[in-house]
């Protein structure tokens, strides 16, 4: 045969590579666990506020006022900060937002440790106080759910439960790791110390854990799912534009569950020992214990919610826990109001069960009912404004009613008030738990 007319074969160059279809346990481990570092600033702020109202608002308690409402009022910047870092994280990946949104994070705890104080610069250094909240509200409004998002994309289907769930149990150890910095702060030192020098220690320690974290996530990847939608030239040039015209009904199953999931943690968890000071029913270091007791209990149930929730599917869970919500706050608020201590942890205990599983189960459906393209613009619109609502001003209403109308029934009511008014959106909630294998037992 002529060489003309012989076949040939283009010689094989190198193959290539799969696309991966999961991130590795690396890459995991950083994510879930650098919310330690959002729950810390935000549990950080309110330990100290006492201090931080001296420092800052020349002490008094209108001071005290000044302070917890500036937390309120910089809480409402959370949604704004995700409706942009979202977009960002719907355009360029999961990972750029989570390294910017760190970045911020650390300048913002940073600025507020070398801030001037009231007996510098007057008024002024209450402004300059308030106006870095606010700027750390924005940078940490994508923050909770890029990692979600992140986790859900990148964990095995039949794990997304669990993995997600762990966002939610380093948060509460962000929460602990802030109270026990505080406490050894406030203990360690004198009371002009203190308000000289030593309230910046907690905050630099912030600042350093959250420059770490940063570093940490430099080495992730990117989700896979994002790199095959960006292969796929499937990005969304105004993914916020798209949700609303496109995604609706995702967006309010999303803040019906995160409104759950607000109320039950923000009002049935870290108003409880509020409750129980105001209402001199429990002196304060007693009800602070309680509250560690509660938020260990959140650690122990969250991730064992999580793999329920790859078992059995995310609504029957949602749907159990939202039920429970419905009809348990009222009598074990009532049980704390009127029985001796072991009663009042175990009503603290069962408390701290529900929202602990609502924020397990919860953190993989949110992200589950919207589609890749536009899931952080979705969950910022839907879970991020229903936490600000349902999480930021739920407490604040609580203890307004509690005065008024003299009830300790009120905190339980606002929970199961919250609870049945979502429950048929909840009742009508397709299933997200991917079809197929389930997790080994």
Known sequence: MPASLEPTTAPAGPAAPAPRATISNRSIAIAAFSTIVEWYDFTLYLYLSTVLSRVFFGGGAAALATTLGG???????RPLGAAVLGHFGDRTGR????????ALMAAAMAATALLPTYAS???LAGVLLLAWRCFMAFSVGAEYT???????EGAPPERRGLVASLAAVSSEVGGLLAAGISAITVLALDTQSLEAWGWRIPFLIGAALAAGVCLARSQMEESPEFERMEADAGIWSAPLTRVLAEQRAGVIRGFAISALGSVTYYVGITYVPTFLIASHLMPEGDALGLATFAAVAVILVTPLVGHTADRIGRKPVLLFLCAAAALLPVPLFL???FGPPAQML???LLLAAIGGGVSAVGAVATAEQLPIEGRMSGLALGAT?????FGGLTPYLGQVLLEWLKSPLVPGAIIALVA???????????????????PAT
């Open 71 to 77: 937390f309120a009022i910089a809480y409402l910047m």
């Open 95 to 102: 990972r750029r937002m989570m390294l910017l949104s760190m």
């Open 121 to 123: 610069v007057g008024p």
């Open 146 to 152: 890029g990692v979600v998002a992140y986790l859900v």
């Open 335 to 337: 049980l704390m109001s």
């Open 346 to 348: 175990a009503g603290a």
């Open 385 to 389: 404004t229903a936490t600000a609502i």
């Open 420 to 438: 049945a008014g979502f429950l048929p959106v909840l009742a009508r909630m397709p299933e997200t738990r991917p079809k197929g294998r389930r």
